[in-house]
């Protein structure tokens, strides 16, 4: 256990971090006297204390946080994070462990699921550290560490590398990588304060328009109302809602190759780029016809602005409703959840296989097809014009398969807790891809409340899978990982 010492001192110090983090809530809930602040100084003295103790107990151990240790800290963090994250809810909603630690790790883990009703009179501060969350999981607590902790004596290329999602060559990023998680982070920041203000420009009032800013670049899905963003029922902020959730489904690698060449070449040389948009345009365009065809709306207008936003927005995962689409004909249900499985591409905030996986796995499929009629043909997988080496697409059947596995056996273990089978399989899948919504009794216009503590267990382990993209959280609940 004192090998991995220097991972628990990492580890001290980001709780610190995340502990003074809190103070941004608590200056909230000073200038809006909403009665929260007191909750939230007692989270930030247990997270500071906790990481000063830590950090105390371990400080003389120094050393290069090896691959390894870049996984466990990776898993440390989003597994015990929310468990100060849920102080506050604890404290002042009188929530359940079980219940705040969900709703934290929904949070953090850029979901969505909520279990909590009467948002509109929610405190500020409440409603606040909610999309909070959303926000600094969405990009990743690993990857701002990344630019802190190297100035701390920790070195942070392996956490970078077991944090970012998807198959992202570092060749063609900023030589340092502290200069490349500055430059994500920039560019995050840049695209927040820009989705506010014009979610301010369309309607609606400050302090909603930055709360859900930080949902909708988190790609998380909180709303700081019941009725999500189908409150406001305004056209305008729902296309802006939708103009940034399509930007924040773009790997921020693109984002920031663009932006640092000043070019547009980046976003052509994206290999995901055009099956991203494709998918989106030909799912909306389905669906759109689909829903005319059972008269679920009156007109054409009318179809295309639901159906599109319900499209990006689960298929980025982002997770916001305007409408009750449960209402539709199941096969239109289905189909905008199975999105949020694959669409969002790598790098991005959003969940799911990413989008370059789904690519990689149909190229197979196709090769496959092709060789059991031509045994002797020789037909290599390519992305932009580039062979895939076998590892690559090895580990992508893998993940694939494992993935399939997560869901079935999750989803059993739901049914098998005398959960309904559509409620159970679509909240295991909107868990697994941190879309947030689900289907009947988990969907858009209800709550995550009628789980028992059981199946709210599950749904949170769903949602660290998914987002540490499964295989990081179980090479660390393997056994071979422990050996020395």
């Known amino acids: 256990m004192r090998a991995f010492f220097p991972v628990f001192k990492a580890f001290g110090m980001l709780m610190m971090v995340f502990g003074l983090i809190m103070l941004v809530p608590i200056g909230v809930s000073m200038t809006q006297a909403d009665g929260a602040e007191g909750a939230f100084d007692e989270a930030m003295a247990v ?21 390894r240790d870049g996984f466990l800290l990776v898993a440390m963090v989003w597994t015990f994070l929310p468990v100060f994250a ?23 883990t850029a979901t969505g699921a909520t279990l909590l009703s009467g948002l509109d009179d929610l405190p500020i501060s409440i409603n606040f550290w909610r999309t909070f969350l959303h926000w600094i999981g969405g990009m990743g607590v690993i990857v701002l560490a990344v630019a802190i902790l190297p100035m701390l004596g920790v070195g942070g290329r392996q956490i970078f590398k077991a944090e970012m999602p998807g198959p992202v060559k570092e060749a063609n990023l900023s030589p340092r990588i502290t200069e490349t998680a500055r430059g994500f982070w920039v560019i995050y920041i840049v695209f927040t304060v820009a989705c506010a203000l014009m979610f301010q420009l369309a309607g609606m009032g400050g302090w909603d328009a930055v709360m859900h800013a930080f949902s909708v670049m988190g790609l998380g899905g909180l709303s700081t109302k019941d009725a999500s963003l189908g409150h406001f029922n305004s056209v305008e902020i729902e296309l802006v809602a939708m103009f940034f959730a399509l930007i924040s489904g773009i790997s921020y690698v693109s984002h920031y190759l663009a932006l640092h060449g000043r070019s547009w070449r980046a976003y052509r040389r994206d290999v995901e780029l055009p099956f991203y948009l494709g998918v989106l345009a030909a799912s909306i365009l389905g669906l759109t016809l689909y829903l005319m065809a059972f008269d679920v709306y009156p007109d054409f207008a009318t179809a295309v602005r639901y159906v599109a936003f319900h499209c990006i927005s689960l298929a980025t995962s982002l997770g916001f409703a305007t409408t009750d689409y449960a209402q539709w004909p199941m096969f239109a249900q289905l189909w905008i959840l199975f999105l949020g499985s694959f669409a969002a591409c ?3 905030t959003g969940g799911g296989i990413k989008m370059v996986r789904a690519i990689i796995l149909y190229k197979q499929v196709f090769r496959e097809i092709l060789r059991s009629m031509h045994p002797r043909v020789v037909q290599p997988i390519k992305l932009a014009g580039n062979p ?13 398969f494992i993935y399939m596995v997560s869901i079935v ?18 909240a295991v899948v909107a868990c697994i891809n941190n879309t947030g919504p689900g289907l009947n009794l988990v969907g858009p216009s209800s709550t995550y409340a009628v789980l028992s503590d059981f199946q709210t267990w599950l749904c949170a382990f769903a949602m660290l899978l998914g987002r540490l993209e499964i295989f990081t959280l179980l090479v660390v609940l393997s056994p071979a990982f422990w050996r020395k």
């Open 346 to 348: 790598s790098g991005s």
């Open 388 to 400: 895939v080496p076998g590892d690559i697409i090895y580990a992508v059947l893998a993940f694939g």
């Open 47 to 67: 997270t500071l204390a906790t990481g000063f103790l830590l950090w105390l107990l371990t400080r003389k151990d120094k050393r290069e946080l090896k691959t």
């Open 409 to 426: 056996s999750l989803t059993l273990a739901m049914s098998a807790s005398g959960l309904d089978i559509v409620t159970s399989f679509s």
């Open 86 to 108: 849920s102080i506050p809810l604890q404290l002042h909603l009188g929530l359940s462990f079980t219940d705040a630690y969900f709703e934290a790790v929904s949070g953090l």
